[in-house]
């Protein structure tokens, strides 16, 4: 039975950084996507950032893009969102997914999700 984790999430002031980790368990991962959501409240949930599995490959959503590092380490089976810069309206809860594929940000088509874990950025 495939299973993500997250963890890393907490409260921290505007400019500071978090690491979010993803653990990943259930089956091999070579060939999945790996991916980061987010949903603030009242607000629909949104991409974040996605890699392959092999590392050779990212994306970032716009909002994210030069604040935010996705990577991973095979050894530990784990996924990585460093998010630095942070701000206010980062505050969502963020979730690990995993697709086998290619990447869409289209959340529905993702086969596996995280329970989340709740960032908050204080101003």
């Known amino acids: 039975q495939v299973q993500l984790v997250e963890s890393g999430g907490g409260l921290v002031q505007a400019g500071g950084s978090l690491r979010l980790s993803c653990a990943a368990s259930g089956r091999t991962f070579s060939g999945y996507v790996m991916g980061w959501f987010r949903q603030a409240p009242g607000k629909e949930r949104e991409f974040v950032a996605a890699m392959v599995w092999s590392g050779a490959w990212t994306t970032y959503a716009d909002s994210v893009k030069g604040r935010f590092i996705i990577s991973r380490d095979n050894a530990k089976n784990t996924v990585y969102l460093q998010m630095n810069s942070l701000k206010p309206e980062d505050t969502a809860v963020y979730s690990c997914?995993?697709?086998?594929?290619?990447?869409?940000?289209?959340?529905?088509?993702?086969?596996?999700w995280g329970q989340g874990t709740q960032v908050t950025v204080s101003s």
């Open positions: 997914a995993a697709r086998y594929g290619g990447y869409t940000a289209y959340e529905r088509a993702w086969d596996y």
